[in-house]
């Protein structure tokens, strides 16, 4: 738990005005929305923006000459420079609008098919999300590239001496979370992209649980590609961000053929459009990228260290509640973690906690959160997840824990 200064202009309450659904009855309760690592909820300027997409400029971009079509193309590439300026890339054409984390992972394994050859090693965390270790696997059947895992320890952290043995001149890439979405795990990433630099290994950070939280510079990071989804980030779903550094986004090759990613088009060979239209084959979810521009607009303005320190609060306040009952145990206790808490309860399973907590209006995440190897790791099938935004409320995490001993008596 990171120790944050808060600024005191933060409220709480005036927050969640913006968020017209943290109003609503969930089963007669009051909802408590605590699952905000599968995807946040949505504030009122964000759904203004759409509204005002879909009522006054609704037309595909980049083709027409007529003003409306011109107004999107204008506000989606402004979008692309909010989202340039917030995670501080160089340059505009280095962020590729995606559909969200996925996507951008499989963007970059894809196009890796075209540099790796047999026998080249590619290092994975064995704290990663199924998004980034199927995609990696795909890859290593096509190449005969080799994939070898970094290992984790019990609290949930990453070893990081097995990794400076497993790192060698035959890694070509190393990819991993920033955060973990089932631990809530903030990864050293800053010494693991040295490290992987020093041997001339390329580096993707899975950044769909840090986004919301951590405002990561991927200059500074000297990070090679960065990848988040907008609906983790207070943004609509079904966009995201793929940042890369120009020279690697000029070497892969593109992911998908079609229309807007092309220069010229003849039965006997295209040539392809410079980036970023390169990776962004078709039309684009044009609303989604200019409301994700709006949502980090939004989350700016309530700031980073805002977020850090509210959100740390929670956590701190949750895991001392938690800690007091009986048979209670939390994976992932690291120093250095998000507000997210996993945990399992002596003798009973995580579905039926989160199916009773439901009934009581409680909403978190129970199961294996896409990352079956963090759980077959602690030997679990899968854990009750909570994950705080900086929009709860110490009064919700009270309801929590309450409801938790509830469920927990009536399970017994
Ligand atoms: N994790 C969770 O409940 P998409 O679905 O493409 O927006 O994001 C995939 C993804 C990739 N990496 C990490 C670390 C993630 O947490 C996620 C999404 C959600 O934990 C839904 S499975």
């Known amino acids: ?67 409306l079509s011109q107004e999107a193309t204008d506000k989606y590439e402004q979008a692309r420079i909010k989202i340039q300026k917030h995670f501080n890339a160089q340059k505009a054409h280095e962020i590729i ?16 098919s075209a540099i790796l050859k047999e026998g080249d090693e590619i290092l994975v965390s064995a704290l990663e999300h199924h998004s980034n270790i199927v995609p990696w696997q795909m890859l290593c059947e096509k190449t005969g590239a080799i994939l070898r895992v970094i290992p984790m320890n019990e609290e949930g952290e990453l070893i990081y001496p097995a990794f400076e043995e497993l790192i060698s001149e035959n890694t070509k890439m190393v990819f991993l979370n920033h955060v973990s979405n089932a631990l809530g795990t903030v990864n050293p990433i800053e010494k693991i992209i040295k490290k992987a630099h020093s041997v001339d ?7 769909a649980q840090a986004a919301p939280h951590i405002k990561a510079d991927v200059q500074e ?74 949502a980090i607009d939004y989350l700016n303005q309530i700031g ?9 609060d929670l956590l701190n306040y949750a895991t001392k509640k938690l800690m007091e009952i009986d048979g209670m145990k939390i994976y992932g206790v690291s120093k250095n973690k998000t507000a997210v808490i996993s945990f399992n309860i002596e003798g009973l399973h995580p579905y039926d ?60």
Request: charged share 20%.
């Open 304 to 312: 980073f260290e805002n977020i850090a320190s509210s959100e740390n």
């Open 1 to 67: 738990m990171n120790p944050v200064t808060k600024n005191i202009t933060f409220d709480v309450a005036k927050i969640r005005e913006d968020f017209p659904i943290l109003k609503r009855k969930v089963n007669g309760y009051p909802l408590a929305y605590l699952d905000n690592a599968a995807t946040s909820q949505t504030p009122k300027p964000v759904m203004d923006v759409i509204i005002d997409y879909y009522s006054n400029y609704n037309a595909n971009i980049h083709r027409g000459v007529h003003s």
């Open 353 to 412: 906690i989160g199916t009773l907590l439901d009934k009581m209006g409680i909403a978190v995440r129970t199961g294996h959160h896409c990352a079956q190897p963090i759980m077959d790791f602690y030997r679990i099938p899968g854990t009750v997840r909570a994950s705080f935004s900086f929009y709860n409320t110490k009064g919700e995490v009270e309801r929590f824990i309450e409801a938790l001993k509830k469920a927990k008596s009536m399970l017994s």
């Open 201 to 207: 290994a390329a580096v993707l950070i899975d950044g």
């Open 97 to 112: 609008f995606t559909s969200g984390t996925t996507h951008g992972i499989n963007l970059v394994a894809n196009g890796f």
């Open 221 to 294: 990071l000297d990070v090679d590609f960065y990848v988040a989804s907008a609906h983790k980030m207070c943004g609509p779903t079904g966009v995201g961000v793929l940042y890369g550094k120009e020279e690697w986004l000029e070497k892969l090759p593109p992911y998908q053929g079609g229309g807007e990613m092309i220069d010229t088009v003849t039965f006997e060979k295209t040539t392809y459009a410079g980036l970023p239209h390169k990776f962004e084959a078709g039309t684009p979810n044009i609303c989604g990228g200019i409301a994700f521009g709006a």
